[in-house]
Structure formats: C-alpha cells, structure tokens
C-alpha cells in the first residue's frame, strides 16, 4: 500500500516537512487546529479544526485510510500529541513526532524556570514591570490576576475579545524573528522581563538573545511531559521512517 500521511501540523517545521513530501511524492493531508486566522500556505492538502478527542482521530486514521501519522505540532500542544499516541496505538498506525530539541540557558542568560503556564503567571505576582509576555493567544487570560504590569504581546491574529490588562500593546507579526528587531522592539517598550514557552528552534529565538544582550531576566516555562514516542529531528528522518516503519507502530 502507498503511504497515506497525516501530519498534525502548525509549526514551520510541519511546513518544511509537508514540502518535502510533496517534492518526494508522498501523499498526505495536513491537519491544522485552526486557531489562526491566516496560517501558513501549506503544499499539502489541508484540513483544519479538531477531531474530538481520542476516538474521533481514531475514526478519522480508518476513515481516511492513513498509513502514518507524523506528530509536528509545537511542543506544547500536549493533548494533541497525547491523543495522537493513544489513537494511533488504537489503529495500529505508525507515528513519530518532529520534534526540535528546548532551548537550553548560556552564558550571560539569567532564566527562572516555571513548569507550567500557572507558574509563570504566579511567579509575577509582585511590584509592577514591564513584561514581553510570549505566550501566544490561548493563554492571556491566565495571567490577568496581575494587572500592575505593562504587557507587550506579539500576536499572529488580532485579539478576539477585550484583552484583560489594563495596560498592554499587541504588535501582530509572525516569526521568523531577528535579534536586531528584538532588541529595538525591547528597547522601545522599556521591557523588564521576558516570559517565553520553551518552544526551542531559531524562529522565535531572537527575543532570549536579545533578552541576554540586554542582561534582562526570562521566566521560562518548560515543555510539558509527553507519552514515550518515537522522534524524528528532519524531514529527511521521516521520510526515511516512512520508507522502513512498515507496520512499525513506531513507540
């Protein structure tokens, strides 16, 4: 059987991956969530919205005769790659995850790890600052027990609703971002502190390089704790798994 590929999408490595499919004519579909607005042309078919839950994807994989699935969503889309583990055991289809390694701390960097999104939004809880707040769209409400500061937010869509901090400004842009503009865009705002999601890859990098040259402190949220997987690092790794995983249910 020819291989039939889901790629659980929404990252820039999704993207090149779906191009190097298309180029090394393997078939596939890419499955986006569809919370933003304007994504990403993709060179691929395209799906977009959820599957609900487990089971839906499950039905899905059969429905559409899918051959291997290919997690490739950011690292923090942690029920996805939670239920594409567990649907993919169910179907008896092979996965593997496209995964880039976190970013790790050097010298001059001044991090504060938290483990989760509630960690960082306790750890502001204190006198008022001026915080680049990257944490992406979904999450902004968490962090309005602490109105005292000013919140810069680089935004991919304009907000939805009214943003709940009574001092803020949303840049929309979408990466890849360069330190000079990072360090102009922190300089002009006055930033304090940056709270980044370790999404790790050079995309969004510029603002802890930045962060570092301006000797200015981050709060780091770590990745969140995912089933054991089989990971690839490149495009070039997945295609070779696809030519070799047969029925290779890929853990």
């Known amino acids: 059987m020819a291989p039939n590929l889901l790629i659980l999408g929404g990252t820039t490595g999704a993207t090149a ?3 190097a499919l298309s180029e090394a004519g393997i078939a596939g579909t890419v499955s986006l969530a569809g919370r933003v607005a304007r994504p990403v042309r993709q060179p691929l078919p395209l799906r977009s919205g959820g599957f609900g839950g487990v089971e839906g994807l499950r039905q899905y994989l059969h429905d559409h005769a899918i051959t291997h699935v290919v997690d490739a969503t950011h690292p923090f889309a942690a029920q996805m790659s939670r239920n594409a583990v567990n649907a993919c055991a169910a179907a008896k289809v092979p996965l593997i995850a496209l995964t880039r390694p976190p970013w790790t701390p050097g010298e001059g960097d001044r991090w504060q790890h938290v483990p989760d999104i509630a960690g960082a939004a306790a750890a502001l809880r204190g006198p008022a600052c001026r915080v680049m707040l990257a944490v992406g769209r979904m999450h902004l409400a968490e962090f309005a027990p602490n109105p005292q500061h000013f919140y810069l937010l680089r935004l991919v869509d304009p907000p ?21 503009g990072d360090l102009a865009l922190m300089r002009e705002h006055r930033i304090d502190l940056v709270v980044s999601k370790n999404s790790g890859g050079t995309g969004a990098q510029a603002k802890l390089i930045a962060a570092r040259q301006l000797e200015l402190p981050v ?16 495009a070039e790794e997945v295609i070779a798994w696809v030519a070799h995983s047969g029925t290779d249910l890929g853990v």
């Open 17 to 19: 991956l779906c191009r």
């Open 160 to 180: 939805e609703a009214a943003l709940p901090f009574p001092g803020c400004e949303v840049i929309l842009d979408r990466g890849p971002f360069t330190v000079d």
């Open 219 to 234: 709060l780091m949220i770590d990745r969140p704790s995912l089933p054991a997987r089989r990971e690839a690092s490149g």
